[in-house]
């Protein structure tokens, strides 16, 4: 399978590799804790397939844990058509946190359902994209590895500094207006026994 391609970002998106996470923690006057860009290749599995892909988050996570998901949010912001949030992707029924991330949508990108949904804050982006049949294209902007901080290990009921792997990701229309822009991090995952590389 040839690799997942790494896209440079689009010009009309503002900020570094880290945003918009790293807006959330400069406004609750914490640092980051320090990001590698990594090569996909050299992501040890599972983490390699969860991530180095052209797919939504969503539907990735609930195959692999074969489950649903919905969101828990962590925090918020709107500046006019520009929606922030932080959140907690958990899955349904454990509660188990099964991805850390914060993103920001362009609303006015979205029908007018879909909004409403995403404004609700109890889905996932990739379950409203589905349901209302969005047009995207995903596109990875870097691949990530970090050590877990106090934030991150709070949030994903974690102890200690955990090796954790992520990415960034943008997800554009099809004519190429940005739709999201996405970081995205995962909590140590071991290998289900009954799991198949399928995806």
Known sequence: MPPT????????????????????????????????????????????????HERDMTSTLEQF????????????????????REVVLA?????????FGAIRIRLSLFPARARQAILEESHPLGHILREFAVEYISRPQAFLRLASDPTINALLGLSGA???????NSLVTPDGQSLAEIVEILPPTPVPGSWRKTL
Do not use: C, W
């Open 162 to 168: 955990q090796r954790l792997y992520g990415r960034r």
């Open 65 to 84: 844990h074969q489950g649903t998901i919905h969101l828990r949010l962590v925090g918020r912001e709107q500046r006019g058509e520009e929606y922030f």
């Open 5 to 52: 391609p790494v896209h440079p970002l689009p010009a009309m998106v503002t900020g570094g590799i880290a945003y918009p996470l790293d807006e959330f923690y400069a406004r609750s006057g914490l640092h980051l804790p320090p990001l590698d860009i990594v090569e996909g290749s050299t992501i040890p599995e599972p983490y390699r397939t969860l991530l180095v």
């Open 91 to 99: 899955l349904n029924g454990s509660e188990k946190a099964v991805e």
